[in-house]
């Protein structure tokens, strides 16, 4: 089955770290791009972060630039997003998704989501 | 960074009704990358459309895409009671790869 997972999710209080894993099976991982999007409660899709399949090309949006680093290990087809310095604004639902071609392109494949909440 | 301007909000019609939605973008999107996605409550987005106008695998046809430059329109023919749903479009030609605010599609 052609499927990513996400994992790490979770209670944490503001400004404690999370590390986030987006695991990729059935499918090629090491070729294509991957982001992350996270949807707050009730709200709109909000993309974070790309990454090319060779890590050399990297983007972020503003809201967690500097906060927020993603990786990957191809050799394990995953996928990371390092969480610092959370905000209560930063819970939300978690998903990573890969590019339907090798490139630059629209995401087809979706993880489930993780729910991360950040309180005290 | 592209703001992408979705309307209207909610469109509320019919079964087998045409559906239109719109999607205008600050500045124009590069390449005309833009894409259509539909979401479900507790689901995870599904990609409709690319490149503004290519379905994507296994979506029906009544779904079409349409638009360059800065103005783009999903276009559902005859809606089907499974596309009541949250729609949204996403630039992907320069970074931030930005959303828009979404459309809900709700049965009248």
């Known amino acids: 089955e052609v499927q990513l997972v996400e994992s790490g999710g979770g209670l944490v209080q503001p400004g404690g770290s999370l590390r986030l894993s987006c695991e990729a099976s059935g499918l090629i991982f090491s070729g294509y791009g991957m982001i992350w999007v996270r949807q707050a409660p009730g709200k709109g899709l909000e993309w974070l972060s790309y990454i090319t399949s060779s890590s050399n090309t990297i983007y972020y949006a503003d809201s967690v630039k500097g906060r927020f680093t993603i990786s990957r290990d191809n050799a394990k087809s995953s996928l990371y997003l390092q969480m610092n310095s959370l905000r209560d604004e930063d819970t939300a639902v978690y998903y990573c998704?890969?590019?339907?071609?090798?490139?630059?392109?629209?995401?087809?494949?979706w993880g489930q989501g993780t729910m991360v909440t950040v309180s005290s | 960074e592209i703001v992408l301007t979705q309307s209207p909000g909610t469109l509320s019609l019919s079964p087998g009704e045409r559906a239109t939605l719109s999607c205008r973008a600050s500045q124009s999107v590069s390449n005309n990358y833009l894409a259509w996605y539909q979401q479900k409550p507790g689901q995870a987005p599904r990609l409709l459309i690319y490149g503004a106008s290519s379905r994507a695998t296994g979506i029906p046809d009544r779904f079409s895409g349409s638009g360059s430059g800065t103005d783009f329109t999903l276009t559902i023919s005859r809606l089907e009671p499974e596309d009541f749903a949250v729609y949204y479009c996403?630039?992907?030609?320069?970074?931030?790869?930005?959303f828009g605010g979404g459309t809900k599609v709700e049965i009248k």
């Open positions: 998704a890969r590019t339907r071609i090798t490139g630059r392109d629209a995401f087809d494949i």
């Open positions: 996403q630039q992907y030609g320069s970074s931030p790869f930005t």
